[in-house]
């Protein structure tokens, strides 16, 4: 089983990367892979709503000027993955919302490719917008019907200068729990293959209300 673990922040080894990797020392301990990739130190292009990943349906998006492409081949064939992102005016990091816009709209129209993978989103925040972030996250992933591993509490950590968030003692906890429930989960959907029946994929109904 393998495990991407984005790092949204532009700071390659800040709070973030702490944040991830504490998550990641739990999956490794029950032996699944992890790879971490760094995202916000990437030039990331937004989305322009050209709807040409709609049309291709070849699962990648006709901007090739950065490597999302590549990370939504990696992201299919990953049993699940972590989005991590540090906390921006109570938001999450510009580059990582514009890859996760990308990524999540060309799994979508190319079948769902993120359904039933495993995922947990992971918010390292100075003071404040640490909830609304975290809700942000989980919002890709919920919309995609990925199955979300959780902790204790959510999944916010505390702290300012890089390193700092080990002050943070429950903050620490939370990433050690949410690491260990999701490597929990992981396993029962590894060992629920072809075990278990998955419910058949419900083609989306979409509704508006102009009249």
Request: proline residues 3%.
């Amino acid at each position: 089983m393998k495990i991407l673990a984005f790092n949204g922040s532009p700071r390659k080894a800040g709070n973030t990367y702490e944040a991830l990797k504490i998550v990641c020392e739990q999956l490794e301990a029950k032996g699944i892979e992890t790879e971490m990739i760094q995202v916000g130190i990437k030039n990331i292009r937004s989305c322009t709503a050209c709807g040409m990943c709609a049309k291709n349906k070849n699962e990648a998006c006709v901007a090739k000027t950065d490597p999302v492409n590549d990370w939504i081949q990696k992201m299919k064939q990953a049993d699940g993955f972590i989005l991590g992102s540090p906390v921006h005016y109570a938001s999450l990091a510009g580059n990582m919302k514009s890859f996760l816009d990308r990524a999540f709209y060309v799994s979508g129209v190319n079948g769902n490719m993120f359904r039933h993978k495993v995922g947990a989103s992971v918010v390292a925040v100075r003071r404040s917008g640490g909830l609304p972030t975290f809700n942000e996250l989980n919002n890709y992933m919920n919309y995609s019907e990925m199955m979300l591993a959780s902790s204790n509490y959510w999944n916010v950590i505390h702290g300012t200068m890089p390193g700092e968030v080990h002050q943070d003692e429950e903050g620490i906890q939370i990433m050690r729990v949410l690491g260990k429930n999701m490597a929990y989960l992981l396993e029962l959907r590894e060992h629920g293959k072809g075990k278990v029946e998955a419910p058949e994929q419900e083609k989306k109904i979409y509704t508006h209300f102009v009249r």
